[in-house]
């Protein structure tokens, strides 16, 4: 029995941090029930607001109808449908200039599933994965899942991008991986190729003096969400040891569906044994495979895309009202979130404090980068014109 107490009591606290942002959401929807929805701004959540492609309902629709229904919902490859693999390779391919096949592709149940089975395919106990902070909060949980052991290096102040020194001293014999989320949760920031040559160069220079593989995970739920024609560089073009962990969730505003990809870098050492290792992970993880019909849909759905000009017309919003209000924050190049610098050092009470006023912001120490705090403005732009004001009250006490 007290072992049983102790393992759920491990799992409470590796969900505390994240679960921080989960309260915030519902804490939002009480203050809505006392206040009125349109008097709280909810900017904790980073849950989708663009509507989901016209086409997508079409689809699911044409899918249920016109599929043999044991063929739709029967058993499948742990990898997935092979002709769904087989068009993701071919667009992959013809964006990035790259040569991969179907046997380069794994369907998981979004990027978070993906970076489990990549995890449990490549760590043994003690490994080490380096992450730069600031991160989305899971990943700790990915890593101790697996009985591996958090990294943290440093990203250069206020621009956010990698700190390439600091990833030089960090990497040991142990180092397993190296994980790179750009576009940024929860900064927006994009790493330009150049920052991603300086990490390549300093991966493969550790590569062969420790004799040992070092994998680059690329986790890229935020690839599509890019503005002001920002370029984001495909690592399968800088590095062979290298994953992409992608999911439609961002890219097509369906993140309750659970549908993504593992892409395997077709030049990595072992490909091989890593592709089987990936597809028995999928299966003895319980994950078994991505979701059948949203494979489907997926297929017919690569061409498609949520319309980016809403998220961009409230980041111009949003971020130019807070800069003239004397907060300092990075422009973000995608996804859609600000990460502006508190007016004190106590991100958790600034939090509080802007609670007084209806905002829901969360902290940054959630991401491991305290003094900041995190704003998701993935919401109706309505909701940012009436939060306005609020920001300005809240502001007005520390006199910026």
């Given at each position: 029995i007290e072992a049983n107490i102790e393992t759920a009591q491990r799992l409470l606290a590796m969900g505390l941090?994240?679960?921080q942002v989960r309260a915030m959401f519902e804490e939002g929807k009480e203050l809505?029930?006392?206040?009125?929805?349109?008097?709280v701004y909810d900017?904790?959540?980073?849950?989708p607001n663009v509507e989901t492609p016209e086409e997508i309902k079409k689809l699911i629709c044409e899918i249920v109808s016109e599929e043999d229904s044991l063929n739709l919902h029967g058993y499948m490859s742990n990898s997935g449908y092979e002709d769904v693999r087989k068009t993701i390779a071919n667009s992959i391919n013809k964006k990035?200039?790259?040569n991969i096949d179907e046997q380069s592709i794994v369907m998981t149940c979004g990027a978070a599933g993906g970076l489990n089975i990549i995890f449990k395919s490549?760590?043994?106990?003690?490994?080490?994965?380096?992450v730069f902070a600031p991160f989305f909060g899971e990943y700790s949980n990915y890593i101790k899942n697996f009985n591996g052991k958090e990294v943290i290096a440093s990203t250069e102040e206020n621009t956010f991008l990698p700190d390439v020194e600091d990833l030089k001293?960090?990497?040991?014999?142990?180092?397993?991986?190296v994980i790179i989320n750009s576009p940024n949760n929860p900064t927006g920031v994009v790493y330009s190729s150049k920052v991603i040559e300086d990490i390549c160069f300093v991966l493969k220079q550790k590569q062969l003096e420790y004799n040992n593989d070092i994998y680059l995970i690329a986790d890229e739920p935020y690839r599509e969400l890019v503005y002001d024609d920002t370029d984001v560089p495909y690592i399968f073009n800088y590095y062979d040891n290298s994953f992409v962990c992608y999911s439609y969730s961002k890219s097509l505003s369906l993140p309750g569906e659970r549908i993504g990809y593992v892409a395997i870098n077709n030049n990595m050492n072992d490909f091989e044994e890593m592709t089987a290792a990936l597809s028995i992970a999928n299966r003895i993880l319980g994950f078994v495979n991505a979701p059948s019909l949203f494979q489907k849909v997926i297929k017919k759905s690569l061409n498609l895309e949520v319309d980016v000009n809403i998220y961009k017309r409230n980041r111009d919003l949003i971020y130019n009202h807070l800069i003239h209000l004397?907060?300092?924050?990075?422009?973000?190049?995608g996804a859609f979130y600000l990460f502006p610098k508190c007016p004190i050092e106590d991100d958790k009470k600034f939090c509080e404090e802007a609670k007084k006023f209806n905002i829901l912001l969360v902290p940054g120490s959630v991401f491991k980068k305290p003094g900041y705090f995190r704003l998701a403005y993935c919401v109706s732009y309505e909701t940012i014109v009436n939060s306005l004001p609020a920001f300005s009250k809240l502001m007005e006490q520390y006199r910026l």
């Open positions: 941090p994240t679960e809505a029930r006392k206040y009125g929805k349109e008097n900017f904790s959540l980073g849950n990035y200039e790259l490549i760590l043994e106990e003690g490994d080490e994965v380096i001293r960090n990497i040991t014999e142990r180092t397993k991986a004397g907060i300092k924050c990075e422009k973000p190049q």
